[in-house]
């Protein structure tokens, strides 16, 4: 199990990393993680920070751990001003190849910590209390249902640039609507953000719809963590046979002092994976190959 394990490591991606220097403590920097990650085999990273720009960092970490694809990006909670379109243009310029919605500040994030307690974890990283403070895609808030003109001209810009856009903490309607939108607009790299993770848990019908948009479906880790979700892994496998392993990918979202490392936690999600009967091509499609619909 074990050379099997390293062997379909060659290659692997993980998207969504936390790592420092951050504005809270992160179990590694950029620089230790893109070393870890290189003696492993992989081939890219993505770098992620609720409040900041991460392609500046990553340009430097690639210059010092060469042989490792580092992605920066930008989540656009209010810290960054939000749905801006102009944030979304610098950003591209500056190199940032991920364009996340909101998270810590998303409408549905701050309803499912203060209101439901749906995620009572994040509740310390959530700072708004009332959903009408928050970030939705739609005029007039979440309930809504019309996309709101800056989150179309940020479309369009994802699409000019060709770069990722990920659906972060967006729940089932706001992304499906979203991931429509950016069909339309002329998107191609789209990640659905971690479907199975309490924070906008998404029903299953609406993953396979996502997935039949040409989306593809991130599953993380994190949520199976003790002081997190404590999510069965079997949940997990589940959906990505429901949806598919050639529609799914994984990311740890690691860097919490708690979890383990980024890359043993990737080596934990192949272990699990393989423990469960998935095949060998599986694993590979949903570790690396799947990848490339976004990266290359």
């Not at 409040?51 to 810290?79: K, W």
């Not at 019309?146 to 089932?172: F, K, S, W």
């Not at 339309?184 to 993770?197: A, D, K, S, Y």
């Not at 991130?218 to 529609?247: H, T, W």
Request: aromatic fraction near 6%.
């Amino acid at each position: 199990m074990k050379e099997k394990v390293q062997e379909l490591m060659r290659g692997a991606c993980d998207l969504h990393i936390h790592a420092g220097p951050d504005v809270v403590p992160r179990v590694q920097d950029v620089v230790e993680v893109a070393r870890d990650s290189r003696e492993a085999g992989m081939r890219a990273l993505g770098i992620k920070d609720h409040n900041t720009n991460t392609a500046d960092r990553c340009y430097v970490a690639s210059q010092m751990v060469p042989g490792i694809e580092l992605l920066g990006g930008i989540v656009l909670n209010h810290t960054v001003g939000g749905l801006n379109p102009e944030t979304v243009e610098k950003a591209i310029k500056l190199g940032t190849k991920i364009i996340w919605m909101p998270s810590l500040d998303a409408a549905l994030t701050i309803q499912k910590v203060h209101v439901t307690q749906e995620t009572p974890w994040l509740e310390p990283f959530v700072t708004r209390k009332d959903p009408k403070e928050g970030i939705s895609i739609f005029k007039g808030g979440m309930e809504g249902d019309e996309i709101l003109p800056e989150v179309r001209d940020i479309l369009r810009l994802i699409a000019e640039a060709n770069v990722i856009l990920d659906t972060c903490h967006l729940g089932a309607r706001e992304a499906l609507a979203l991931v429509k939108e950016a069909k339309e607009i002329g998107v191609e790299r789209i990640i659905v953000c971690h479907p199975n993770c309490s924070v906008n848990l998404m029903p299953i019908d609406v993953q396979k719809e996502l997935a039949g948009l040409g989306a593809l479906l991130s599953y993380a880790f994190l949520p199976c963590m003790p002081l997190f979700d404590r999510q069965d892994f079997r949940d997990i496998a589940k959906m990505i046979k429901e949806v598919g392993p050639e529609n799914a990918i994984f990311f740890t979202d690691f860097g919490q002092l708690p979890n383990p490392t980024a890359v043993e936690g990737v080596r934990m999600f192949i272990s699990s994976l393989l423990a469960l009967g998935f095949k060998d091509n599986e694993v590979k499609a949903i570790a690396s190959e799947n990848y490339k619909r976004v990266l290359d």
